[in-house]
């Protein structure tokens, strides 16, 4: 493995962390806390893991940004969407951890309220890391 494989397990992790959530999210409506419970921990473990990924890949690569290979239209698409995605998961940093605080704690009326919140935003930005690296990666990739 060389640090140029990191971005794909990023995406897998991001991947893993949408079905996760999903999984998180049709077990809390239909009753089930445990699996609920289960699959939210897991999706943690897995934005986690891709936040150690990230971070290491950016220290490693010295900062140094992957330019975005497409052009007109799919461009402003493109930029839309990491636009977003940025801002938004620096917010899950703070979200996340507080509304499993409050599960934790057994304060779950609080905790609905804030995981009404930190869902859609978490998913957002789930989804929208793995749209960024088949942009970056795989549909546009830089031909400099």
């Not at 419970?37 to 986690?48: D, E, K, N, P, T």
């Not at 140094?64 to 839309?80: C, E, I, K, N, S």
């Not at 859609?120 to 795989?138: A, D, E, H, M, R």
Request: charge should be positive; glycine fraction near 6%; hydrophobic fraction near 55%.
């Amino acid at each position: 493995m060389t640090v140029h494989d990191l971005p794909s397990i990023e995406a897998a992790l991001n991947g893993a962390a949408t079905v996760l959530i999903t999984a998180g999210f049709v077990f809390i409506r239909r009753g089930d806390r445990d699996a609920h419970r289960s699959c939210m921990l897991a999706a943690a473990v897995a934005s986690a893991l891709f936040l150690v990924f990230y971070v290491s890949y950016h220290a490693l690569m010295r900062g140094a940004h992957t330019p975005f290979g497409g052009t007109g239209a799919v461009r402003w698409v493109y930029l839309t969407i990491l636009w977003t995605h940025i801002p938004l998961a620096a917010l899950i940093a703070f979200l996340v951890p507080r509304t499993f605080i409050l599960a934790l704690k057994g304060d779950f009326a609080r905790h609905r309220a804030w995981a009404r919140v930190t869902f859609p935003i978490w998913y957002y930005v789930s989804v929208t890391g793995v749209l960024v690296y088949f942009f970056l990666y795989q549909w546009w990739p830089y031909r400099g």
